[in-house]
């Protein structure tokens, strides 16, 4: 048994330490296959994504460790990918042109402030709170609905290899302060965005990230989303969204015991270059007969 992972970051964007790091301990882990997925540049101030002057550090040291260690690992290069509208996409041209092997798509900005700066509503609870009065009222409903039109509308008309933590504005969310999961409204956004998960054939993150940093006690998405998604046979992914690589495979085994119970046998993974869906077990992937 081994286990795969393609949401990873390095010291290039927001993780802790060199690449190289990363490897070796996947290694040690047994992992099959793992990819690193470092913040795209983004046009603006920003202080978790790679530096634009970076990029082909990033992409020239990963080519090099991938060749130092074929013989032990399979190691693919991504990026995670901001959609924001007539600014950046999994799509733009300054992406498709550093030929990656995938991509990971997210939202992690909603519009922007009177002065044009992009409204952040993926990290400090207060920077979100000033964003929801500034720019939407105190609206939530407003934002949520927001969050996942930007969502479809990045799978329609850029849509990346995988779409990252899909309902990660839910860490925003704590203790049902502002709304409930089940609320109508909520469950609407979410079954209309994986219609278009689903048309695109697009893969669905599952993402642990939030459990093991005690932001949230289930994964990106919830275990109720992703029942709708075993319905609708939309193809999923386990990722850890390690910065530090002790994270490389946190709460695995925790996630593909609710997998299991949801009823999905499998999850997809690269696997010499080809996306494959590869059995999931609860002590990791039957990998072996594709070695």
Request: charged share 25%.
């Amino acid at each position: 048994m081994s286990w795969s992972n393609f949401h990873s970051h390095c010291f290039y964007c927001d993780g802790k330490f060199e690449p190289e790091r990363y490897v070796q301990r996947a290694i040690d882990m047994k992992v099959f296959s793992y990819g690193f997925s470092s913040h795209a540049p983004l046009p603006f101030e920003c202080d978790w994504c790679m530096r634009p002057q970076e990029t082909l550090n990033y992409i020239n040291e990963l080519q090099i460790l991938k060749k130092r260690y074929a013989d032990q690992i399979q190691l693919y290069i991504g990026m995670e990918v901001d959609y924001i509208p007539d600014v950046i996409s999994p799509r733009h041209p300054s992406i498709l042109n550093l030929d990656l092997d995938y991509t990971i798509g997210a939202i992690h900005f909603i519009d922007q402030y009177e002065n044009g700066q992009p409204w952040e509503i993926d990290g400090n609870h207060n920077t979100f709170l000033e964003g929801l009065n500034a720019i939407f009222k105190n609206d939530i409903m407003e934002v949520i609905k927001r969050y996942f039109q930007l969502t479809r509308a990045m799978v329609r008309e850029a849509c990346p290899d995988i779409i990252g933590h899909l309902d990660k504005i839910k860490i925003q969310n704590r203790e049902s302060k502002f709304y409930h999961e089940f609320n109508r409204w909520y469950q609407y956004e979410i079954m209309h965005t994986l219609e278009e998960i689903k048309a695109s054939g697009a893969i669905l993150e599952v993402n642990t990230r939030g459990i093991y940093k005690k932001k949230t006690v289930h994964t990106y998405p919830s275990q109720w989303i992703l029942e709708k998604v075993k319905q609708m046979k939309i193809p999923i992914t386990l990722s850890s969204d390690a910065h530090h690589p002790e994270e490389i495979i946190n709460c695995f085994e925790k996630a593909a015991y609710m997998l299991k119970e949801i009823g999905f046998k499998y999850v997809r993974v690269l696997i010499n270059g080809e996306w494959t869906d590869v059995e999931l077990d609860l002590s990791g992937l039957k990998i072996s007969e594709y070695a």
